[in-house]
């Protein structure tokens, strides 16, 4: 299983902050888990598509697509910041 | 190095008396204050709510004073970042370097507060006037942040 956080606007529009999915076989980086995602249709399509320009992090340190991903990793994906 | 994330306010001049406190090396402190505007891209902002990624967000600012650090003579720093609702003229963000001298403690404060833009996991929402929308990210933080890559 891993945990995939959502953040900002983004968790609005799909309704959650955080969820536990059991990771495919077939996902093995965050651009997979993406396309995972966003097979869902809906919301999850329209907001993950990739066009839409998201950031992710893995284990709380900024990824990319090609990142690797494994059991019990936490991954985040969220709009480009706006602090400070 | 002190990074912390809060709703409460915090007291500038206390925060820099702490970085200094006993240490006799420290001949410079440069301070970045951020605070909230009344206007936004051209609406009336009525107040605003910062959302981190708890965890995460402490970690990068760390990694964004680490950075700083290894490019200039830095003796300590401390970076505040508020999060919650904020209202016009609330302060929501404190940047302090301690250097030697001033050079240091300019670039490293202006480096760190153009990296925590575009690089810390924030995201602020603002309410104008009943309606509220997510803040876009802005091309000119990205360009304040790429142009450290230029210079030393």
């Given at each position: 299983m891993?945990?995939?956080?959502y953040?900002?606007?983004l968790?609005?529009?799909?309704?959650q902050?955080?969820?536990q999915?059991a990771?495919?076989?077939?996902v093995?980086?965050?651009?997979?888990?993406r396309?995972?995602?966003?097979?869902r249709?809906?919301?999850?399509?329209?907001e993950l598509?990739?066009?839409?320009?998201?950031?992710?992090a893995?284990n709380?340190a900024?990824?990319?697509?090609?990142?690797?991903?494994?059991?019990?990793?936490e991954?985040?994906?969220?709009?480009?910041?706006?602090?400070g | 190095?002190?990074?912390?994330?809060?709703t409460?306010?915090?007291d500038?001049?206390?925060?820099?008396?702490?970085?200094?406190?006993?240490?006799?090396?420290?001949?410079?402190?440069?301070?970045?204050?951020?605070v909230v505007?009344?206007?936004n891209?051209g609406?009336?902002v009525?107040?605003m709510?910062l959302?981190h990624?708890?965890?995460?967000?402490?970690k990068?600012?760390?990694?964004?004073?680490?950075?700083a650090?290894?490019?200039?003579?830095?003796?300590?720093a401390?970076?505040?970042h508020r999060?919650?609702?904020?209202?016009?003229?609330?302060?929501?963000?404190l940047?302090?370097?301690?250097?030697?001298h001033?050079?240091d403690?300019?670039?490293a404060?202006?480096?760190?507060?153009d990296y925590l833009?575009?690089?810390?996991?924030?995201w602020?929402?603002?309410e104008?006037?009943?309606a509220?929308?997510?803040?876009?990210?802005?091309?000119?933080?990205?360009?304040?942040?790429?142009r450290?890559?230029?210079?030393?």
């Amino acid at each position: 299983m891993i945990t995939v956080l959502y953040f900002a606007r983004l968790r609005e529009a799909l309704g959650q902050s955080s969820e536990q999915i059991a990771l495919p076989g077939t996902v093995r980086d965050v651009e997979g888990l993406r396309a995972h995602l966003v097979a869902r249709g809906g919301q999850w399509e329209q907001e993950l598509a990739p066009r839409k320009p998201l950031r992710a992090a893995v284990n709380q340190a900024i990824a990319h697509g090609d990142t690797a991903l494994n059991d019990g990793d936490e991954v985040a994906f969220f709009p480009p910041v706006t602090g400070g | 190095m002190t990074v912390r994330i809060q709703t409460a306010d915090f007291d500038v001049s206390a925060e820099i008396a702490g970085l200094r406190r006993g240490n006799p090396k420290i001949g410079a402190v440069a301070s970045f204050v951020g605070v909230v505007r009344d206007v936004n891209d051209g609406g009336a902002v009525a107040e605003m709510t910062l959302e981190h990624y708890p965890g995460m967000t402490e970690k990068a600012i760390e990694e964004i004073v680490a950075q700083a650090r290894a490019r200039w003579k830095v003796l300590d720093a401390r970076v505040i970042h508020r999060v919650g609702t904020l209202r016009p003229t609330d302060q929501i963000v404190l940047v302090a370097v301690a250097s030697s001298h001033r050079g240091d403690a300019f670039a490293a404060c202006e480096f760190i507060m153009d990296y925590l833009k575009t690089r810390a996991p924030f995201w602020k929402k603002e309410e104008t006037g009943g309606a509220a929308r997510w803040v876009e990210a802005r091309e000119s933080d990205e360009l304040a942040a790429e142009r450290w890559r230029l210079k030393g």
